[in-house]
């Protein structure tokens, strides 16, 4: 039984997302404010009370405090803690972020994945890698009004339905989003990726020295193996081909030792339209052998289930398998960006505004990571509601005192290491 208790709402300056914090200090260290006002050219008059870059981090700082609505906002704007070390002096109504995200158009769409990009670059300065794997993969995002661009297409879980299909673009070895493509319902998986894959590769940090793609089945284009051959890029791609199981059954294929039923093939061969032959690498897998006493129809004996992939690596049949199964972590990340960070949930009516906020949910999503990549000992490892859990949604109250402000987290805080950690390692950090 609990105890008898009276409530009181009498307490002042207590929030329950104190963590936000991190993520100010790491916005504030990459200048992303100034970065976002510079960049994207819209201008609102003297008398407007709050800029674009003011609305995008207030709107980035309430997805990554958990909001799924522009109404949720309202949770962040009413907690005078965030309000005063954020210097918020005043927060917007619901109304002032649609409307504001309303003056967004391709352009200025465009400016804000190009702020993005500035902000990658200053990460990337202090950390990087030569060699990066980029994951591409499209997604589906059911709306239930009658949204501006939202189309019935390609929808799995609710054929029919209306919705946006964005296109993104991962990198493996960071689990950021490099690129996305806010699209339209009807829109094809594979439509424009020759042009979606030039600007993920431009905006690649020059250090990147080697770059591998990997694609599901929906990105087999001759065009964009021509595009990667001619970048340098090195790829694997799953093969979606007219007639693939005729193809396939009429090749040599050898037993994989260690592997019981699996057997392997590799072969060249040259698509309708391609310039060139390319390798295909192929593995089978036994998946029903029929007992002949049993059989009543004139069934084949053996049954395959078979994968195949175009690829320049060199690698094994079965290597390639398993590096092509790595990017099934990419699916992950869409649904930690979609389920976690609330991308495609803001919505308006507008389709370059709903752009805007995808891309906004996306900048969010990618400066934690980023915080976590350059300032955690252990990485960005756990999901972004478990790190919402551990160290934003932390319960604090705001205090004044010797003309100095101090955060008062609780005694027995789980995390209290890790977030000390966070601390120090934010606080010495320069992009300089």
Known sequence: MMRKFHTQFDQKNLTGNAGLVHLGRFAQKLGLDGILSRTIDIRR???AQYQVAEIVMMLMFGVLAGAWHISHLAILGRDSVITTLFKWDRFPFATTFSR???LFSHRTCNQLAQAENIVRRKVWGKKWFGKVTLDMDSTVRGVSGQQQGAERGYNPKKKGQNSY????CFVAETRECLHNWFRCGSAYSANGCVEFMKECLARLPKRVWKVVVRADSAFFSGKLLTLLEQEGCQYIIKVKLKGLEKLLGSQKWRKIA????FESA????KCAGWTKARCFVAIRKIILIEDENDRLFNLPKVQYE??????DLPLSPMGAHKYYGQRASSENWIEWCKNHMAAATFLTQDFWANSALFQTSILAYNLMVWMMWLNDENGFRQEPDTIRAWLIQVPAKLQYRGR?????LSKSYVFKKRW???EASLLKLSFT
């Open 420 to 422: 000390e950690q966070l």
């Open 100 to 102: 504001v995200f309303k």
């Open 45 to 47: 008059g003297d008398n």
């Open 258 to 261: 260690d592997k019981p039923g």
């Open 266 to 269: 590799r072969f060249e061969y």
């Open 165 to 168: 299909h964005p296109l993104l």
């Open 404 to 408: 100095q402000w101090f955060l008062k």
């Open 306 to 311: 078979y994968f195949c992939y175009v690829t």
